[in-house]
């Protein structure tokens, strides 16, 4: 198949936007790749610091707690009920921050009964030594039932935080895997293709400008009298070849013309007298 010159430079254009469109998409998906790890990323930090946190307010109740049973002083219960809100919002929010986990969810289904039967422990607590004084409070506590739901939700919280913190390292990898992809693309890819544009331009080129180049001066040379210049190319199915037809069928005229003129030139052309009359001849 024989391609026009335009067709050749259209294509030349194409494959030069063909680069630079493939070269974008690479680009914004491992941007948008890295983006999207990112914000993974800062999600898996924003579950530990909920997970801290509501570690923090059992810890703050347990605090308070203990204050008011060893002074008995409502002061002293001020840790205790910022505990419990803190802890209801932590538990919230983790609920929301992990819907798309299902080993987190079903963690916090079992953790939110435990924290419940801690609270309930330390509001008996509180009202024994509010009702009945230190001993009957110290009682309780010595029973375990406090100590041993607080133990299980340190060990769910410990499986959740080993959880998002696994996932916090395939997300760090993701992150960087992304950046030096992006990176490449950027260092290598841009110069690539800057390269294979260069190389298809400057071949593209070569069959144009060559050829025109050729026809050119046997044109110059056909302008000084020299029917001799025959042009090359005359096969190509393109433009330049049509050119090159034409000015060797016009070569072909001017030499059927100048031998004509020189046969013209070299023949008898004297004039003969035309005949007397028949009685001259006599």
Same mark, same amino acid.
């Given at each position: 198949?024989?391609?026009?010159?335009?067709?050749?430079?259209?294509?030349?254009?194409?494959?030069?936007?063909?680069?630079?469109?493939?070269?974008?998409?690479?680009?914004?998906?491992?941007?948008?790749?890295?983006?999207?790890?990112?914000?993974?990323?800062?999600?898996?930090?924003?579950?530990?610091?909920?997970?801290?946190?509501?570690?923090?307010?059992?810890?703050?109740?347990?605090? /308070?707690?203990?204050? &008011? +049973? $060893? =002074?008995?002083?409502? @002061? *002293?219960?001020?840790?205790?009920?910022?505990?419990?809100?803190?802890?209801?919002?932590?538990?919230?929010?983790?609920?929301?921050?992990?819907?798309?986990?299902?080993?987190?969810?079903?963690?916090?289904?079992?953790?939110?009964?435990?924290?419940?039967?801690?609270?309930?422990?330390?509001?008996?607590?509180?009202?024994?030594?509010?009702?009945?004084?230190?001993?009957?409070?110290?009682?309780?506590?010595?029973?375990?039932?406090?100590?041993?739901?607080?133990?299980?939700?340190?060990?769910?919280?410990?499986?959740?935080?080993?959880?998002?913190?696994?996932?916090?390292?395939?997300?760090?990898?993701?992150?960087?895997?992304?950046?030096?992809?992006?990176?490449?693309?950027?260092?290598?890819?841009?110069?690539?293709?800057?390269?294979?544009? /260069?190389?298809?331009? &400057? +071949? $593209? =080129?070569?069959?144009? @400008? *060559?050829?025109?180049?050729?026809?050119?001066?046997?044109?110059?040379?056909?302008?000084?009298?020299?029917?001799?210049?025959?042009?090359?190319?005359?096969?190509?199915?393109?433009?330049?070849?049509?050119?090159?037809?034409?000015?060797?069928?016009?070569?072909?005229?001017?030499?059927?013309?100048?031998?004509?003129a020189k046969e013209i030139a070299g023949g008898d052309?004297?004039?003969?007298?035309?005949?007397?009359?028949?009685?001259?001849?006599?």
């Amino acid at each position: 198949m024989s391609w026009s010159v335009g067709t050749k430079i259209g294509a030349g254009f194409a494959l030069a936007l063909a680069a630079l469109a493939l070269i974008g998409v690479i680009a914004y998906r491992s941007t948008t790749s890295l983006i999207e790890a990112s914000d993974l990323r800062a999600h898996t930090n924003v579950v530990l610091r909920n997970l801290s946190s509501l570690l923090s307010a059992m810890q703050d109740a347990e605090t /308070g707690q203990r204050g &008011y +049973l $060893i =002074t008995g002083r409502d @002061s *002293y219960l001020e840790p205790y009920f910022a505990g419990i809100k803190a802890s209801a919002e932590a538990i919230e929010e983790l609920h929301k921050l992990t819907a798309d986990n299902a080993n987190q969810q079903r963690r916090l289904d079992a953790v939110q009964p435990l924290i419940a039967a801690k609270l309930d422990e330390l509001k008996l607590t509180i009202e024994l030594r509010k009702a009945k004084g230190f001993e009957a409070a110290a009682t309780e506590v010595l029973t375990g039932k406090g100590k041993q739901a607080m133990d299980e939700i340190r060990k769910i919280a410990a499986a959740m935080e080993g959880e998002e913190n696994d996932l916090l390292r395939q997300r760090d990898q993701r992150v960087s895997a992304d950046a030096q992809r992006t990176i490449f693309i950027l260092v290598y890819g841009i110069p690539a293709a800057f390269v294979v544009v /260069g190389v298809v331009a &400057y +071949l $593209i =080129t070569r069959n144009i @400008s *060559y050829p025109l180049r050729q026809i050119t001066a046997v044109a110059e040379r056909i302008a000084y009298g020299d029917l001799s210049a025959k042009p090359e190319f005359v096969n190509r199915g393109d433009e330049v070849g049509a050119l090159a037809k034409a000015f060797a069928d016009m070569t072909r005229s001017l030499q059927s013309m100048a031998g004509m003129a020189k046969e013209i030139a070299g023949g008898d052309l004297t004039v003969k007298p035309a005949p007397q009359s028949d009685k001259d001849v006599l």
